[in-house]
Every structure is written in structure tokens, then in C-alpha cells.
Antibody
Framework: QVQLQESGPGLVKPSETLSLTCTVSGGSISSYYWSWIRQPAGKGLEWIGRIFATGSTNYSPSLQSRVTMSVDTSKNQFSLKLNSVTAADTAVYFC?????????????WGQGTMVTVSS | EIVLTQSPGTLSLSPGERATLSCRTSQSVSSSFLAWYQQKPGQAPRLLIFGASSRATGIPDRFSGSGSGTDFTLTISRLEPEDFAVYYCQHYGTSPFTFGPGTKVDIK
């Protein structure tokens, strides 16, 4: 079955760029939309954006100026970059698959990776 | 941006009882593009319901979703010990795909 695994640095300095990768195993990254969602400790879920296998993207307006997503179909991976980070970006970051098409629920999630922004 | 409101914030119930969770959206959600997720501490959310009322793969039939427009409900017919968790609703009809603040179902 399809599994997702996030990877990347757990600690990022303020004003620097947060970079995470999600590796898709057990299935192809093609023909699906993929999303990033984050969750500060003890708080709710925030959708960051989505990317299709072709590289087409859609970002949350609140983060759009700082977010870049990309996809590498040869590695079955997609990535998130968030620049100019502050302590407010400290959260668990999840990658997830959109079930079918561009407008659907997130049916498969990675386990999440904790990212702390601190000097 | 569509804002989701969930009530109650916390629901204290006993195993075997019925749980009714509410989600309201600030605008009508087209084609019932609404989902429900369950999240336990230290875990990723798990999809329970999509399309407002369709159960995801492997979800027990004690979970059911209903509603349309701006008012949606998740019902757990008889709470099992493993159902005590936080539940989130989410719309996906238009970007940004926002989540509600969650309802915590805890043991009374």
C-alpha cells in the first residue's frame, strides 16, 4: 500500500529556509495531487498547499509569498520550501495524498516531522 | 476563505454512548466537499468521511456523516475505547482547503 515519509532538518534558524521532502513508496506519484499540512503543538491543522505530478501548484494565501513546492517524479518525491521562517512556523509538518482529482480529501498521510525554528 | 466552526469544543462521553459532532461552514460547501478526520496524540490524522457522508476504506460503520450546504454532522453510534480522540472537519471545494478547530471526544 502507498506510504508517505517526510524528511528534513528538525531545526531551522529564524529568517532561513525550511526544506522538507516527502517520499512516496508503494505507488506512483503520478496522476495524484499531493499536499503539505502543518500543526503547531496543541493546535489545529493548517493546509499549506498542493502540487500535482506535473508540477502545477496551489498555495494557501496566508503563506503564498513564502512557499515553494516542487515534484521529482523520477524519485517519487515532492518537496516543500518555506522561506524567512519565524518561531510561528514551528510545527509538525505532514505530507498527504489527495484522494482523487484536485478537490478531494486527504486519504493517506505521512507520520509527520517536527520542525523547530530557533537560533 | 471558508471558515469552519466545530461544536462542541469538548464532548465528554462514556463508551457505548452516541457522539454527535457538528461542523458549520461560513459559506455553502459545493457538492458536499467536506471531510472528517480522527487524530490521536502523536499520530497523523486519519480520514474517516469524505463527500460529507461516504466512509473511507476500512472505517467501521459506527461512523457516519451527514449534512449539506453549511451544516454537517459526524455521528459515532456507539463509542468504542479507541474512538476517544480529536475530530476535525475540512472542506475541499475551493482553495484554501481549511480545517475546523476540532472537537475533542474524551472519556467521561
Amino acid at each position: 500500500q502507498v506510504q508517505l515519509q517526510e524528511s528534513g532538518p528538525g531545526l531551522v534558524k529564524p529568517s532561513e529556509t525550511l526544506s522538507l521532502t516527502c517520499t512516496v513508496s508503494g505507488g506512483s506519484i503520478s496522476s495524484y495531487y499531493w499536499s503539505w499540512i502543518r500543526q503547531p503543538a496543541g493546535k489545529g491543522l493548517e493546509w499549506i498547499g498542493r502540487i500535482f505530478a506535473t508540477g502545477s501548484t496551489n498555495y494557501s494565501p496566508s503563506l503564498q509569498s513564502r512557499v515553494t513546492m516542487s515534484v521529482d517524479t523520477s524519485k517519487n518525491q515532492f518537496s516543500l520550501k518555506l522561506n524567512s521562517v519565524t518561531a510561528a512556523d514551528t510545527a509538525v509538518y505532514f505530507c498527504a495524498r489527495v484522494r482523487l482529482g484536485g478537490f478531494d480529501a486527504f486519504d493517506i498521510w505521512g507520520q509527520g516531522t517536527m520542525v523547530t525554528v530557533s537560533s | 476563505e471558508i471558515v469552519l466552526t466545530q461544536s462542541p469544543g469538548t464532548l465528554s462521553l462514556s463508551p457505548g454512548e452516541r457522539a454527535t459532532l457538528s461542523c458549520r461552514t461560513s459559506q455553502s460547501v459545493s457538492s458536499s466537499f467536506l471531510a472528517w478526520y480522527q487524530q490521536k496524540p502523536g499520530q497523523a490524522p486519519r480520514l474517516l468521511i469524505f463527500g460529507a457522508s461516504s466512509r473511507a476504506t476500512g472505517i467501521p460503520d459506527r461512523f457516519s456523516g451527514s449534512g449539506s450546504g453549511t451544516d454537517f454532522t459526524l455521528t459515532i453510534s456507539r463509542l468504542e475505547p479507541e474512538d476517544f480522540a480529536v475530530y476535525y472537519c475540512q472542506h475541499y471545494g475551493t482553495s484554501p482547503f481549511t480545517f475546523g478547530p476540532g472537537t475533542k471526544v474524551d472519556i467521561k
